[in-house]
């Protein structure tokens, strides 16, 4: 099983319109988690993190629900620049796996279109 | 949006070839990543520096070797790779090993031929 696993996609949605991605996560001593946003031929940027009571910024929500390890992000009345694949990571916290740093794991990411 | 500089943007390579993949932050972080990107794979952590120390290999081939001369540089020497290898390099750093947020550099898109 994945460490963490994302539905790949593609979304394809009109502007104005409210998508959602989810992503499962398969470690439970994961400790902070985030939402990067890659576009095309580009490096990833943070998005957001997602804090457990849920966070948001602007169009965007995120989501976590530790006891089922599950994540997500919820955006609404889409642009057409939130054309981008969304990443969602997970870190454990420092010395929580054996490791003095905090090590991020990717999701493959889900790509999202939006059109006109 | 220039915290993170790579170069080259892009190479191509022989099998039998060495190159290097260089790496600079303008961000006074301490801590350094090396990741691969293949296609449709997620991100793949390589090696991993703190303070030019390295904290992280992981199960990477001996054909990468990582350098870190100081904590604003960071090197990805390259020699008899695969065209496997082909895939989009990423650096990273952040404020400290322990940092959760990581800049990205735009990386280096190798192809080995």
Redo the contacts between chains.
């Keep these: 099983r994945?460490e963490?696993e994302q539905d790949?996609g593609p979304f394809n949605v009109p502007e104005g319109a409210t998508v959602a991605f989810n992503c499962t996560y398969s470690n439970s001593a994961s400790q902070?988690f985030?939402w990067y946003r890659q576009d095309c031929r580009?490096?990833?940027?943070?998005l957001m993190?997602v804090y457990s009571s849920g966070n948001e910024d602007g169009r965007f929500t995120a989501q976590l629900n530790r006891a089922s390890q599950y994540i997500s992000l919820l955006i609404r009345d889409s642009k057409l620049s939130d054309s981008a694949t969304y990443?969602c990571v997970v870190?454990k916290s420092?010395n929580a796996g054996g490791?003095?740093?905090?090590?991020?794991?990717?999701?493959?990411?889900t790509i999202l279109t939006v059109h006109p | 949006e220039t915290g993170v500089t790579q170069t080259p943007r892009h190479l191509v390579m022989g099998m039998t070839n060495k190159k290097s993949l260089k790496c600079e932050q303008h961000l006074g972080h301490n801590?350094m990543y090396w990741y691969k990107q293949s296609a449709?794979?997620?991100?793949e952590?390589m090696f991993?520096y703190?303070l030019e120390e390295r904290?992280?290999n992981n199960s990477v081939p001996s054909r990468f070797s990582p350098e870190c001369p100081n904590s604003s540089h960071l090197f990805l020497h390259l020699h008899t790779l695969q065209p496997e290898d082909s895939a989009l390099y990423?650096c990273a750093s952040s404020l400290s090993?322990?940092?959760?947020?990581?800049y990205?550099?735009?990386?280096t898109r190798l192809t080995v031929t």
């Design positions: 994945k963490v790949p902070s985030f580009k490096e990833p940027k943070l993190s990443l870190n420092p490791t003095s740093y905090g090590k991020l794991t990717f999701g493959q990411g | 801590a449709k794979k997620p991100l952590l991993v703190s904290v992280e990423l090993s322990a940092s959760y947020e990581q990205f550099g735009p990386g």
